[in-house]
């Protein structure tokens, strides 16, 4: 069953804005991760935020992590077109004690030129 | 680092026919997954190894099997392919419960008529 649900499902924006993918999840997590997906091509891991932790950033993208209310959002700044892809979150909950991801469906960025 | 190697890119089978994806990586990685990725759907998680000799079954385990003899190799058969069958599937490894992110192979897109 799927763990994580994106939302929204599609975003269209142009060059040098922001863009803001959520995820919701059902269960506890030891952590959330975030991918990228190109058209046709294998998943790139982006960003990892751990249960403990609120905030984190990488170069462009900013994560948080809302536990409470089993949520997390990544926003891209000032977008590329070559950001244009689709993003997935991934939950890892170490179910047994081994870490396995469940992941959403994904939100399909296109940024416009 | 070749990282995660799939093979082969594609396939196309015959309904009833067997095959093996196979899936190697080059970086001592203990965990090792399959998924598959159908539209719509995201990726749900067929078969995973926490090691050599250790596997166990995802969400959607049923058509297919997995062994792990050594660390690099993750072999996925499918026994008697069916339509069912078709998709895109993904190996994916990590190192452990360091939550250090997953490394995925480029897919194999397999068509089953």
């Known amino acids: 069953s799927q763990q994580g649900e994106e939302d929204p499902q599609a975003l269209s924006i142009q060059e040098g804005e922001n863009a803001t993918m959520n995820c919701s999840y059902k269960?506890?997590?030891?952590?959330l991760q975030w991918y990228r997906q190109n058209s046709g091509r294998g998943l790139v891991h982006l960003i990892l935020i751990r249960s403990n932790e609120r905030e984190k950033h990488s170069g462009r993208l900013r994560v948080t992590l809302d536990t409470s209310k089993k949520s997390s959002s990544l926003l891209i700044t000032a977008s590329r077109a070559a950001d244009t892809a689709s993003y997935f979150c991934a939950t890892d909950a170490w179910d047994s004690g081994y870490s396995t991801l469940t992941f959403g469906k994904g939100t399909m960025l296109l940024v416009s030129p | 680092n070749a990282g995660v190697t799939q093979t082969p890119k594609f396939q196309v089978l015959k309904t009833g026919q067997s095959m093996t994806l196979q899936c190697a990586q080059d970086?001592?990685?203990?965990?090792m997954s399959w998924y598959r990725q159908d539209p719509g759907m995201g990726l749900r998680l067929i078969h995973y190894?926490?090691?050599?000799?250790?596997?166990d079954q995802g969400e959607v385990p049923n058509g297919y099997n997995v062994s792990r003899s050594t660390t690099e190799d993750f072999p996925l058969r499918l026994l008697s392919a069916a339509p069912s069958q078709t998709s895109v599937y993904f190996c994916?490894?990590?190192?452990?419960?360091?939550?250090?992110?997953?490394?995925f192979g480029s897919g194999t897109r397999l068509t089953v008529v």
């Open positions: 190894s926490v090691g050599a000799g250790i596997t």
């Open positions: 269960t506890s997590i030891n952590n």
């Open positions: 994916a490894s990590t190192p452990g419960l360091g939550g250090l992110g997953y490394t």
């Open positions: 970086m001592n990685h203990e965990y």
